[in-house]
């Protein structure tokens, strides 16, 4: 297999630096909320401050990778009215689409 090239390298270093990445985001008193309405609460950590701890170190590292790493401070009510209108369930997938979505609409208004 060949290497990439310099243009190859610096081209994909810039598509990197131009992403614009989602980080979910809560307050103590929302995470609580998502996660008891949650039909995979197995997929939180057990505590909020176990969840802040890895929610930084993983915003931390796609920053450190180029991304532009956007915290998304999740509304509980507003996810759970988003999932009814797209017949969606409270879990990992819909919520990080929940995300995307937001953050999309958000950055090309």
Same mark, same amino acid.
């Not at 993983?58 to 009510?77: C, D, K, V």
């Given at each position: 297999?060949?290497?990439?090239?310099?243009?190859?390298?610096?081209?994909?270093? &810039?598509?990197?630096?131009?992403?614009?990445?989602?980080? *979910?985001?809560? *307050?103590?008193?929302?995470?609580?909320?998502?996660?008891?309405?949650?039909?995979?609460?197995?997929?939180?950590?057990?505590?909020?401050?176990?969840?802040?701890?890895?929610?930084?170190?993983?915003?931390?590292?796609?920053?450190?990778?180029?991304?532009?790493?956007?915290?998304?401070?999740?509304?509980?009510?507003?996810?759970?009215?988003?999932?009814?209108?797209?017949? &969606?369930?409270?879990?990992?997938?819909?919520?990080?689409?929940?995300?995307?979505?937001?953050? *999309?609409?958000?950055?090309?208004?």
């Amino acid at each position: 297999m060949r290497k990439p090239s310099l243009l190859e390298r610096l081209r994909a270093k &810039k598509r990197i630096q131009s992403m614009i990445v989602g980080v *979910t985001w809560y *307050t103590a008193e929302t995470w609580a909320q998502v996660k008891t309405a949650a039909v995979d609460p197995e997929r939180f950590e057990n505590s909020f401050s176990e969840w802040e701890t890895m929610a930084v170190s993983t915003r931390r590292e796609l920053q450190r990778s180029g991304a532009r790493a956007l915290e998304f401070y999740i509304i509980p009510q507003e996810l759970f009215d988003w999932c009814a209108l797209n017949s &969606k369930v409270n879990n990992a997938e819909s919520r990080a689409e929940f995300v995307s979505e937001k953050l *999309t609409v958000a950055h090309n208004s």
